[in-house]
């Protein structure tokens, strides 16, 4: 039974590394907004106005 369940989890765990959840938007947005949190930490020490700013910076230059 436990090899079963196993065997079952391997599964699903294989199948959605294949999914792709984000879209190349939001793959630059995240990156962004990671970048930004570092970047704030290091010069300002607030990892939250580093990523508030690269985020909506981001999100205003998406737009057409």
């Known amino acids: 039974m436990k090899k ?3 065997l079952n989890i391997l599964v699903m765990l294989l199948a959605s590394c294949q999914a792709k959840y984000i879209t190349p938007e939001g793959e630059r947005l995240v990156k962004n907004v990671a970048t930004g949190c570092i970047l704030g930490e290091i010069f ?3 990892c939250k106005a580093g990523a ?3 985020g909506a910076a981001t999100v205003i230059d ?3």
């Open 4 to 6: 079963i369940l196993l």
């Open 44 to 46: 300002f020490e607030d």
């Open 52 to 54: 508030a700013v690269t």
């Open 62 to 64: 998406g737009q057409n």
